[in-house]
């Protein structure tokens, strides 16, 4: 049943009133101990497009262990727009999470830039990972994050902390990226 209303979700679109009870059904099996029924639930929250998703992300997914569900949420929050999603990416990705896998950190910075929101806490971060994260990727990711980002423009402190990590920076790919939000 899940899997038929995750097709018909998919096949639709854009988001839709969903009734009180198939949502709840979703989030019962979101909270399951069920590895599988918690990752297919998560897609479905992700599809439905409701603010009750973000609420329910940023409330239950914090003690989540599993990386697969873990990026599911991540890639579901990033579609949604505002300063709701954003805290919630920043709440659960960089607060709640503290994982060490790369490959997170990076999804979480690509959401995070794709809500729109809580841009300055954005680049706070992003510029952070810049100077600490031993990952190419993901400094790539934080970089990328700061293009055009209008809370670094006249920020000096930025300014020279993001030229003193392209000025120590070895990655061709991030260095290139970071000459971008330097110009």
């Not at 603010?51 to 940023?58: L, P, Q």
């Not at 990033?78 to 709701?84: M, P």
Request: a negative charge; aromatic letters at 8%.
């Amino acid at each position: 049943l899940l899997a038929q209303l995750g097709d018909r979700l998919a096949e639709r679109g854009s988001a839709a009133v969903v009734p009180a009870a198939a949502y709840g059904a979703v989030v019962t099996e979101a909270s399951d101990p069920d590895i599988s029924l918690r990752r297919l639930a998560t897609t479905i929250l992700g599809l439905l497009g409701d603010d009750r998703c973000v609420t329910f992300f940023r409330n239950n997914a914090v003690g989540e262990t599993d990386y697969e569900v873990r990026r599911r949420v991540v890639e579901a929050l990033g579609r949604y727009s505002g300063d709701g999603p954003a805290a919630a990416i920043e709440h659960l990705a960089f607060v709640s999470w503290e994982s060490d896998d790369y490959r997170l950190r990076e999804l979480a910075l690509n959401a995070w830039r794709a809500t729109g929101g809580a841009l300055p806490f954005l680049a706070s971060h992003a510029v952070v990972l810049l100077e600490e994260d031993p990952y190419p990727p993901v400094r790539t990711a934080a970089a990328k994050a700061l293009l055009g980002v209008e809370a670094i423009r006249g920020r000096y402190d930025y300014y020279g902390r993001i030229y003193e990590v392209f000025r120590r920076e070895l990655d061709s790919g991030v260095k290139g990226t970071l000459l971008c939000v330097l110009g």
